[in-house]
């Protein structure tokens, strides 16, 4: 079976993640999730990316993507990939020990408005499904945390004027673990599908030519 296809073009807002291989640990401590911040956001100057929001885990990271023009998310992904991995075995002492992530990020399409608010939440609220934190506010490595306490650089790095926010957003954040919401966000990434309503789905399918997955079984993982 061939690799999954992928659009990768500007205007589009896209759900982008990366998990490490075999799932492994690659954030144990804090300056791990520092220096990887601190790529991410060199990322970001370095491609004039907008980056909406994001999450760190400890195997695996959301992006909120808006990029402006087409193979903008492919470049932005291999130099932050490649970079994280090459620094991240310099500073372990693991270079030539294989690789970091599991394999190519994924990426999916994701309607505006509502659909994009709900996945929002979804993202920053992470580390409560993998009960890393009780509140959104107490996990410092995403978006979220960063709006309230970054630097001066680290908040004008975040495209948050790219997208309109919804005026009840915290409520939003309370929401997040409605079940109809996580299954269907799941069911997107599981089958490599755009996430929005049907008819809009529909339509992004049939625009670039894509196919979806087969729906894999199992339960899904917390924070995922």
């Known amino acids: 079976m061939g690799r999954p296809q992928r659009t990768d073009i500007g205007g589009y807002i896209y759900h982008v993640l990366n998990r490490a291989n075999a ?34 885990m400890p195997n695996h990271f959301h992006l909120v993507l808006h990029p402006r023009y087409e193979g903008e998310i492919q470049k932005f992904m291999h130099w932050l990939t490649l970079t994280h991995t090459q ?30 608010w709900t996945l929002l939440a979804y993202v920053e609220c992470n580390a409560i499904r993998a009960k890393l934190v009780k509140s959104v506010k107490g996990w410092k490595w995403s978006s979220y945390y960063k709006r309230l306490h970054g630097t001066a650089l680290q908040k004008k790095l975040l ?31 599981n089958r490599g599908k755009p996430f929005g309503s049907d008819v809009w789905t529909d339509r992004i399918l049939k625009k670039f030519n894509l196919e979806i997955t087969e729906r894999k079984r199992g339960r899904p993982r917390k924070g995922s």
Do not use: C
């Open 23 to 56: 799932r492994a640990t690659i954030f144990s401590t804090d300056k791990e999730y520092e220096d990887f911040e601190k790529i991410l956001f060199e990322a970001v100057e370095k491609f004039k990316m907008r980056l909406v929001a994001y999450i760190l």
């Open 87 to 116: 620094r991240w075995h310099a500073t372990t002492k693991t270079i030539g020990y294989g690789h970091l992530y599991q394999g190519r990020y994924k990426s999916f399409l994701v309607e505006e408005d509502s659909y994009l």
């Open 159 to 189: 495209a948050t004027e790219s997208i309109a926010w919804p005026d009840n957003y915290e409520k939003l954040l309370s929401q997040s673990e409605e079940q109809e919401n996580l299954k269907t966000i799941r069911n997107s990434v």
